[in-house]
């Protein structure tokens, strides 16, 4: 082999591995729902009110988001307090985020991905206002122009500094026109807005019903209830802290009982930072139809069990040890404190597995005249967030609600007779009769 001469290469001679804008924008957007980008835009509204207001208060009076959509554009208006222009220049508009990037604790929006995926899913032109107490900004982007510049940054509209904004008026408003085709036919769609009403009063429930008002075509949505039956049955409740060196404390509640039967609404449930990221869900999973050496044998889901409720609370203030993935939709299975997690949701799913398997079997029997269910409808429902004090599964006495045997007794007699009686005693039917005269005759032998 003849050798050769080694040159070193010049700067001019680098080969350039940069995306083109088009193809990155067309990636970004490609594996993520048109309805959960609409999630991650109000996920970055309540990041906003987490900042203003006391995040172990949790309290979202007076903070409103207000969404609008059409075949034409979309709309989104906070007044959670916006964000400054340095966050604007150095972070927001940043894909991923940057190291040293000003973290909100117990935030929900921390992949440094959701307003940009939503902007360039959404259409090709958009507009980002933002407005805090000393500092208003905006940014006007058309997307078709961007991608033919060189640049990877965007100027400012305008921006303003020294001012004095009343709180009531801080805020952030964005605004998305020349929707792509698809997502006009879907913005303009009743069916398609039905959907995202629910996944909103799903997925927000908890901000909701700690006051945050969303308010989504003309009106404010209601929080979904997610209740566990208490009194005749109590719920389990297991909490920890998952904790590693270095690290923000992961804080860890556990709820499982029964509630109501609902299929729609049975299965586990998976809250990180307030945000719902996993509802009603009854797969692998969660621990449903796996089979493991090491942990009681779940059965896969099947209606017998619609009255089972779990939920798995995950809080830290770095939502970066939290169990979710980017788009959060779901749960990363590979996370160590969801791993650790599991383990004990699979035992307490077992615990109520074997009381509804109990209850089913009653049913078989005796109909829905048993005792375990006249237990369950004599129980109270509470939300699963009121629910704390640590305690195992506890089923229903059954002694509490177990009527003595009962059994039927049939007879004839001449029908001038019974038509007699009936008349005598005042009564309308034979079945009257019998019931009647049966009393009377215990009621001797009693004395």
Request: charged share 25%; hydrophobic share 35%.
């Amino acid at each position: 082999m003849s050798g050769g001469s080694q040159v070193s290469a010049s700067a001019d001679e680098t080969i350039n591995v940069m995306p083109t804008k088009s193809f990155f924008v067309d990636m970004l957007i490609r594996d993520i729902p048109l309805e959960r980008a609409v999630l991650d835009l109000v996920d970055n509204c309540i990041d906003g009110a987490k900042r203003l207001r006391d995040a172990g208060e949790q309290n979202y009076d007076d903070l409103k988001v207000k969404i609008e959509m059409d075949d034409q554009g979309f709309a989104i208006v906070d007044n959670c307090g916006g964000f400054s222009i340095d966050t604007a220049k150095n972070y927001a508009f940043r894909f991923g985020r940057p190291d040293r990037s000003r973290d909100t604790p117990f935030s929900i929006g921390q992949f440094g991905v959701g307003m940009k995926r939503a902007l360039f899913k959404f259409g090709r032109s958009f507009t980002v206002l933002s407005t805090t107490a000393n500092e208003r900004w905006s940014v006007d982007v058309d997307v078709d122009e961007w991608e033919k510049t060189p640049s990877w940054s965007f100027s400012f509209t305008r921006h303003e500094t020294g001012l004095s904004v009343p709180e009531e008026d801080q805020g952030t408003e964005i605004r998305v026109s020349r929707l792509r085709p698809e997502v006009s036919i879907k913005f303009g769609s009743s069916s398609f807005k039905r959907t995202l009403g629910e996944m909103l009063r799903t997925h927000q429930r908890q901000f909701i019903a700690n006051g945050l008002s969303i308010q989504f075509e003309g009106s404010s949505l209601s929080a979904t209830d997610l209740k566990l039956l208490t009194g005749t049955v109590s719920p389990a409740v297991d909490t920890y802290e998952d904790s590693l060196q270095g690290q923000e404390t992961v804080m860890v509640r556990i709820v499982a009982g029964v509630g109501i039967s609902d299929p729609q609404s049975a299965g586990w449930y998976v809250v990180c930072n307030g945000r719902v990221v996993l509802a009603a869900d009854r797969t692998e999973e969660t621990g449903w139809g796996q089979v493991a050496e090491q942990r009681p044998e779940i059965p896969k889901y099947h209606n017998q069990y619609a009255r089972f409720r779990g939920v798995a609370y995950f809080d830290c203030r770095d939502a970066g040890r939290l169990p979710w993935n980017t788009t959060k939709t779901g749960i990363d299975s590979d996370n160590p404190v969801w791993r650790r997690t599991l383990e004990r949701m699979v035992i307490m799913t077992r615990s109520v597995i074997d009381f509804l398997n109990e209850v089913d079997a009653e049913i078989s029997t005796q109909g829905r005249e048993g005792p375990l269910l006249k237990a369950l409808s004599s129980g109270t429902a509470q939300q699963a967030e009121v629910l704390r004090q640590p305690r195992a599964f506890t089923p229903p006495d059954k002694t509490r609600f177990s009527a003595p045997p009962r059994r039927t007794i049939a007879y004839s007699r001449p029908l001038e007779q019974i038509e007699a009686l009936m008349d005598h005693l005042g009564l309308n039917s034979a079945k009257a009769v019998g019931e009647e005269t049966f009393d009377e005759a215990y009621r001797k032998i009693e004395g």
